[in-house]
């Protein structure tokens, strides 16, 4: 793995983030915003920010930023799934964990100006590496909304009033901000930009799962999909793609864990893995699917 350079960092970000088959995402565990593109016309606003109908998405460029590649099994037995965080060194944080509704006020850093003067809540997830938030424009609406202040974002008054409200949902890391303007999905997750607020499921400090090597004393404040070799856009299974899998390894060879890297070439030309641990062993899992999915299925590229 080559040594990381800001500037051909930054050069990937910009990259990826004008091509419609790369997904994003800002969150945690149980409570994220995708942000991906649609058949619906989407624009680059300027070299960090692409805006659509349904949502947006700003990158705050900044030069200590590293890439770590990664890749981790599916549930599906046969498939993988690859990833790009962006990191940071040390535990900047989005802000103080707060564990309530909290109002921000405007929020002057909306993408669209004419969302600037409406008001910002903080649900209050008791995160440190994000803000999980819900932006409201209604007078009616925000009054209600702050006689809340003060409770849980999962107290049933909160839900029900947010369910039937449909807000702008903003996630902000200080890596960036996803906004999703689009309805919250009831029964299946909408395509394009979408919000995942899943109680049971919430880590508030798991960015990323503990498949992913995160660079020793980073954390990740954005994560970057770029096109799979094995579904679209839209999570649909498709022919395996020889072209979209050689992008991904390519990225992959540049900035993966440097020991991932060397169990996975291990594992490919057979050779018993030099060091028996949680990632040499995924790596070998890894490299066996991505071997059986290029033999089973019409390559195309």
């Known amino acids: 793995m080559r040594p990381h350079n800001a500037d051909r960092v930054w050069e990937v970000i910009a990259e990826h983030l004008g091509n419609p088959g790369t997904s994003w995402s800002i969150g945690v565990q149980g409570a994220l915003a995708e942000f991906m593109h649609t058949d619906a016309p989407s624009r680059r606003l300027d070299e960090w920010t692409v805006a659509s109908d349904l949502g947006a998405i700003r990158v705050t460029p900044v030069p200590d930023a590293t890439l770590r590649a990664y ?13 790009v965080a962006i990191c940071y060194p040390g535990v900047a944080a989005a802000g103080a964990p707060n564990r309530r509704i909290t109002e921000l006020g405007p929020d002057t850093g909306a993408i669209r100006v004419e969302h600037q003067r409406e008001v910002l809540f903080d649900l209050g997830l008791g995160s440190t590496a994000c803000r999980f938030c819900v932006r409201l424009a209604l007078d009616d609406q925000i009054a209600a909304m702050r006689e809340l202040l003060g409770r849980s974002a999962f107290d049933a008054h909160v839900m029900d009033a947010l369910l039937s409200w449909q807000p702008h949902r903003v996630v902000m890391s200080i890596r960036g901000r996803i906004e999703v303007y689009q309805p919250i999905g ?4 909408p395509d394009g930009p979408h919000t995942h607020l899943i109680p049971r499921l919430l880590r508030p400090d798991a960015v990323t799962s503990a498949n992913v090597p995160l660079p020793d004393g980073c954390t990740a404040g ?7 070799p094995l579904v679209d856009r839209f999570g649909r299974r498709k022919p395996f793609s020889e072209t979209h899998h050689a992008r991904f390894q390519k990225l ?30 995924l790596a070998g899992r890894i490299a066996k699917r991505q071997a059986l999915a290029r033999e089973k299925t019409p390559v195309h590229g």
Not at 186 to 189: I, L
């Open 222 to 228: 954005l994560l970057m999909y770029p096109e799979s």
């Open 252 to 281: 992959l060879a540049e900035h993966g864990d440097p020991a991932y890297l060397r169990a996975k070439r291990e594992a490919e030309h057979g050779s018993p893995p030099s060091e028996d641990s949680r990632l040499a062993r």
């Open 186 to 189: 009831s029964e299946k997750t």
């Open 71 to 83: 890749e981790e099994p599916s549930a599906h037995a046969e498939s993988w799934s690859h990833g």
